[in-house]
């Protein structure tokens, strides 16, 4: 086998990313939240699974966010249901630095961070049916017909929710692109451990995120889709 084709083989074979790694440039505030914050509320990631009752330091529910942007809705969702403990995956250190001023802002104590690409957090970090619910709000639609592969619900993405959500646990997404959501839904609808249950509750208890109020701007309208794993 020639070169060229063992260079095709590898591209092939790389892993496709559900996002765009955009860095920026981190506040002096985000950078002094880094120092002082991050230790207590930031986990590093490690190829193993997480103890939560260790990480929480109790044996309340925990729900996972995937991708949570600057951090605003999670925060304010964690500050609402204080009997619920949450973890934040998110890869953009800005948001991270963001939601870590909110949390030493409104004195949080059941909300944590990991820094990670999701998928492998997901595949290394999380336990066996360790989730009360798993949360995805307005990921990148990757709305061209062409970069559909990189959309982060598909069925290996959902065997992985199977396998970390308790039973009775949920998965909610939400999205502003109607493609995507019909996408999302298609996927749950065929996937047997999933049962589509009613988003009414959902919907009255979930802080606005910034991306959702830049699509309702551009007359985007927003679908909030709720399974349940059987």
Known sequence: MNEAIDNDEQKRLRKIKSFVLRQGRLTPGQEKAFATVWPQFGISYQA???????????????VLEIGFGNGDSLAQMAA???????????????????????????????????????????????????????????????????????????????????????????????????????HIDDALKMHPAFSRIDNTAFIATRPKTKFEQRGERLGHEVADIVYQVL
């Not at 193993?48 to 925990?62: E, K, M």
């Not at 690409?117 to 061209?144: M, T």
């Not at 959309?151 to 396998?163: E, G, K, T, Y």
Request: charge should be neutral.
């Open 48 to 62: 193993q699974p997480l103890d939560f009752s260790q990480v929480f330091a109790n044996s309340n529910p925990v």
């Open 80 to 182: 609402m249901n204080p009997d619920n403990n949450y973890l934040g995956i998110e890869v953009h250190r800005p948001g991270v630095g963001h939601l870590l001023i909110e949390i030493a802002r409104l004195k949080l104590t059941n909300l944590r961070i990991i820094s990670h690409d999701a998928i492998e957090v997901i595949r290394d970090c999380i336990a066996d049916h360790s989730l009360h619910g798993v949360q995805l709000f307005f990921p990148d639609p990757w709305h061209k017909k062409r970069h559909h592969k990189r959309r982060i619900v598909n069925p290996d993405f959902l065997d992985s929710l199977q396998r970390i959500l308790k039973p009775g646990g949920f998965f909610h997404a939400a999205t502003d692109w109607a493609n995507y959501a019909e």
